[in-house]
């Protein structure tokens, strides 16, 4: 592993109590596609947090923000996390209030791309991206319009997001 790797996986364990309670946060709140509201306003705050502008808006409730690398003429990474939850109201899980549930695990994606954020806004890392990552939170993950995925496609040549059952 070299000096960037073990400085990335360092930042990642020095923060990841928090990025665990963003996990959870949104695990408490779960919200339904495009009413994803609170999640996006969380996303679009750390973004803010790290000096990252944030477009919102996207496809209703949808948002991204770009990072960029020193070698800012590599490619563009996406990392992805998907904020709705499913419309459970009989899951134990579920909101009071929105009858919804993230059994899709979308918390813990969102979680994940937070902490990707806490490990490549670090200035040293930073200096040695050959490239760029824009991060989108995307909305109603299983209704969203084709062209906003058509969309993420294009703007990150690589892309990153997951899906976890639970």
């Known amino acids: 592993m070299d000096k960037i790797e073990q400085k990335i996986m360092d930042l990642i ?35 803010k947090n790290f000096g990252i502008e944030a477009e919102t808006g996207l496809a209703i409730t949808g948002a991204k923000g770009y990072l960029k690398g020193a070698g800012a003429s590599g490619p563009t990474v996406a990392l992805i996390g998907e904020m709705d939850a499913l419309p459970m109201a009989d899951s134990p899980y579920a909101g009071r209030e929105t009858g919804a549930a993230h059994c899709c695990g979308h918390n813990a994606q ?3 791309m937070m902490g990707a954020l806490y490990a490549l806004c670090d200035a040293r890392v930073q200096e040695a991206m050959d490239g760029n990552v824009v991060f989108f939170a995307v909305p109603a993950e299983e209704f969203v319009e084709m062209e906003f995925k058509h969309g993420l496609m294009e703007e990150g040549k690589i892309a990153f997001g997951g899906e976890n059952q639970s």
């Open 110 to 112: 969102m979680a994940g």
């Open 13 to 47: 364990e020095r923060h990841k109590d928090e990025i665990i309670a963003i996990g959870r946060d949104i695990w408490n709140e779960p919200e339904l596609g495009y009413k994803e509201y609170q999640t996006a306003g969380k996303f679009c705050r750390h973004l």
